[in-house]
């Protein structure tokens, strides 16, 4: 079992920047694979990033590629997302995402997930 907990949402303007964390406990950090999703009201559920057990290896969604940033904490079973240039579009309820399955496919299973953190852009 694993408790993710995310934090760092806010209102920011447009082209601003925010740092999301996702603290975990339960099971140990580096056997799972970390995802960041988000959810804007009225729309599904969708991938924004993702990045391996070691952190060597991230995807992102095309959206936010070179936007944000994914990285990941193993001492501190932190993993983080970095967002520059935010736009009103990125507007959602962002959530981290533990899954044992070892790749990075945007569509694969995520076992555990957290209650989620809001980010509101404005314009």
């Known amino acids: 079992q694993v408790q993710l907990v995310e934090s760092g949402g806010d209102l920011v303007q447009a082209g601003g920047s925010l740092r999301l964390s996702c603290a975990t406990s339960g099971r140990t950090f580096r056997d799972y694979v970390m995802g960041w999703f988000r959810q804007a009201p009225g729309k599904e559920r969708e991938f924004v990033a993702v990045i391996s057990r070691g952190g060597g290896r991230t995807r992102y969604a095309d959206s936010v590629k070179g936007r944000f940033t994914i990285s990941r904490d193993n001492a501190k079973n932190t993993v983080y997302l970095q967002m520059n240039s935010l736009k009103p579009e990125d507007t959602a309820l962002y959530y981290c995402?533990?899954?044992?399955?070892?790749?990075?496919?945007?569509?694969?299973?995520?076992?555990?997930w957290g209650q989620g953190t809001q980010v509101t852009v404005s314009s």
């Open positions: 995402a533990a899954s044992t399955i070892d790749t990075l496919l945007p569509g694969q299973r995520y076992e555990y």
